[in-house]
């Protein structure tokens, strides 16, 4: 069955310090991968998305993420976080074909501390 | 400005009523959704439709209702079945079209619901 893990459910890190959101997913036929931030109670917004092409995409904000293929891994990193940039960010897989279904994973919570 | 209208943003309900949360977008999508939202659980789909008049059960649909009689609007009736109805409520939209592929899905700023 295909699933996405985000296996980190929170993540402190220090202002202007790098930071890497890991999202690992199980599937048997080919997906597109996005990342989006939901600040509290609020919807998501898209940060960047992988359909085709590059495997490096960058997004808004600042934010960027690579897909490995072979570790089925698309993993989101920012060189240096804002406090702005606490929030929840969720992982999501689309199959590229057929049903028009999305899978999340459970989110990572980012806090950015001062 | 385009987008998706959900409303209302909080709602309260007593155990054994019907609510229905509105869902409006002039996207002119195709696709809508519509998810729940609990802490530690992501978001887990219970309604999508492709298409006017066409809706699939997701994953926890037991409990809802849907109906998709016009492009624009996708309402959710959370119905007293739903044991555990308190969550917060995301619907989504996205294009079908081959030939886009943008693939994203555009979201809602949600409904909080609330049993007393």
Same mark, same amino acid.
């Given at each position: ?10 993540? #402190? ?26 600040? #509290? ?37 920012? #060189? ?35 | ?17 019907? *609510? ?57 009736? *959370? ?38």
């Amino acid at each position: 069955a295909q699933s996405v893990t985000q296996l980190d459910s929170q993540v #402190p890190v220090f202002e202007e310090a790098p930071v890497e959101l890991r999202c690992n997913y199980s599937s048997s036929v080919s997906v597109y991968l996005f990342w989006y931030v939901q600040y #509290p109670n609020q919807g998501l917004q898209l940060l960047l998305k992988y359909l085709s092409g590059s495997t490096l995409v960058k997004g808004i904000n600042g934010f960027e993420a690579e897909f490995n293929k072979s570790q089925t891994s698309f993993h989101l990193r920012k #060189p240096s976080v804002h406090i702005s940039d606490t929030a929840e960010y969720f992982c999501a897989v689309r199959f590229t074909s057929g049903t028009y279904k999305y899978i999340f994973g459970t989110g990572t919570r980012l806090k950015v501390l001062a | 400005d385009g987008g998706i209208t959900q409303s209302p943003k909080y709602l309260f309900r007593k155990e054994g009523q019907n *609510v229905t949360l509105s869902c409006e977008q002039n996207l002119n999508h195709d696709a809508m959704y519509w998810y729940r939202q609990d802490p530690g659980q992501g978001l887990r789909l219970i309604y999508y439709s492709q298409i006017v008049n066409d809706f699939q059960k997701g994953d926890i649909a037991e409990g809802y209702s849907v109906s998709r009689e016009k492009k624009e609007s996708f309402p959710l009736t *959370v119905t007293s079945a739903q044991k555990n109805p308190t969550a917060f409520y995301l619907c989504a939209s996205s294009i079908l079209r081959q030939d886009t592929l943008t693939g994203e899905l555009f979201f809602g700023e949600g409904s909080r619901l609330t049993v007393l």
